[in-house]
């Protein structure tokens, strides 16, 4: 009976659809920043507060170990329980959580310490208050300086990666995806709404967005794919932790291997080579 059920659940879990895919990145039970955080770093430490304005719970910034290895973790929290979530702001960060992971992300550049980067949000918040604390150019000032960054960098998205949010903390040496996580410009429910004015095209939406792991893999917009437990992260949390933990040293180990200026050259490269195209040449025939 056990072997009937591991072959029913590869099946079905093989054969998802990219509309079933984005309701698992964003079930309610799937692990978020701080549950990694948990399972996998050791003597960890939080760091708050963006020296300028007030500290941004949505965005958590910690410093601790994960096996031995020093590392910071900067990761979006969405956030459990409406009292949580109203104090995380459902994982939509403010400008100053975007100047908090900068803070972070520049300490651990100056002891060279390298950062784990954890993407979970439906997008940046577009409240009042976040655009008179500028919160685009909070956004861009991350953009440039994490590109910039002399430690390694590896980012990955682990539930939702919404927009300008998940890019705040999401340039970086190696970008992951979880198996059943998703990478957007805009929701689905968005993109219907403007397309097509109709909620029921949702589903239709998801596909043609082509938010997926394996669409954006396919598409090398992303690095790597993270093997999350087939049945979901939310059903196995701590096999979710071991692989990003797995993934994270193996990644590590691996950039280590290359000096500096090789480094940050594959890291430019890989930057300016998103949207990127090119043309066929037309034949002979067509241009007679």
């Known amino acids: 009976m ?9 099946k079905t879990y093989k054969n ?6 984005l309701q698992l990145a964003r079930h309610l039970d799937r692990p978020y920043t701080k549950d990694y955080i948990n399972l996998i770093v050791e003597d960890s430490y939080e760091i708050h507060g963006d020296r300028h304005f007030r500290d941004d719970p949505a965005i958590m910034c910690v410093l601790g170990y994960i096996r031995g290895e020093k590392v910071m973790v900067i990761g979006e929290q969405k956030g459990r329980g409406t009292t949580n979530k109203i104090k995380r702001n459902f994982g939509m960060p403010h400008p100053e959580g975007y100047r908090k992971a900068l803070r972070a992300a520049e300490l651990a550049n100056k002891f060279n310490i390298p950062i784990l980067m954890l993407i979970d949000t439906p997008g940046a918040y577009p409240g009042i208050g976040a655009e008179e604390r500028n919160q685009s150019e909070a956004i861009a000032k991350n953009l440039l300086e994490f590109s910039a960054l002399d430690t390694i960098t590896i980012s990955v998205v682990i539930g939702e990666g919404g927009s300008g949010g998940a890019l705040a903390i999401g340039v970086a ?17 968005g993109c219907s709404a403007i397309l097509w004015n109709d909620s029921a095209k949702v589903e239709a939406a998801t596909k043609a967005l082509k938010i997926t792991s394996s669409d954006l893999k396919e598409m090398g917009l992303i690095d790597d794919i993270v093997n999350e437990p087939i049945i979901g992260a939310h059903r196995d949390k701590e096999g979710a932790a071991e692989a ?13 291997s290359m ?11 890989k930057l ?6 090119g ?5 002979e025939s067509e241009k007679n």
Not at 16 to 21: A, D, F, R, T
Not at 244 to 256: D, G, H, T, W
Not at 279 to 283: A, L
């Open 279 to 283: 043309e066929d040449k037309p034949e």
């Open 272 to 277: 300016t080579s998103v949207g990127a195209y």
């Open 244 to 256: 990003i933990a797995e993934y994270f040293l193996e990644q590590l180990e691996m950039l280590r």
């Open 173 to 189: 040496d190696k970008l992951a995806m979880m198996r059943y996580s998703v990478f957007s410009v805009i929701s689905p429910e």
């Open 16 to 21: 998802l659809s990219s509309y079933q895919e």
């Open 259 to 269: 000096s500096k200026e090789e480094r940050l050259q594959m890291r430019y490269d």
């Open 2 to 10: 056990q072997k009937d059920l591991e072959k029913e659940v590869n």
